[in-house]
């Protein structure tokens, strides 16, 4: 129960975030209908789930996870984030060119 109100704040920065990056796109022509951004979709569902993952691995290791959790997540997503949307961006212009 005590997951309720991090799942929902979570899902409403991400969502209120995305939404913004999309109506910007689309107001500068950057974006059309009917495409998206599928390295935003990925980061998010990465975050939220070393988020979830890190600090339980943390605890079974003995590592106080309020201490050691946050630096650690906010490094990997960083840094896994940028891989996903190169990544991604690499895969569309092979294939879309």
Do not use: C, H, K
Request: aromatic content about 6%; cysteine-free; hydrophobic content about 55%.
């Amino acid at each position: 129960m005590s997951f309720v109100p991090a799942i929902m704040a979570m899902g409403g920065n991400a969502g209120i975030q995305t939404s913004t990056m999309t109506v910007r796109g689309l107001a500068t022509g950057q974006l059309q209908a009917g495409e998206i951004g599928w390295a935003m979709v990925a980061a998010v569902v990465l975050s939220a789930g070393l988020g979830a993952i890190i600090p339980l691995l943390f605890r079974s290791m003995g590592v106080d996870p309020a201490v050691a959790s946050g630096p650690l997540i906010t490094t990997l997503n960083d840094a896994l984030s940028l891989v996903l949307y190169f990544s991604i961006a690499v895969a569309m212009l092979q294939r879309w060119g």
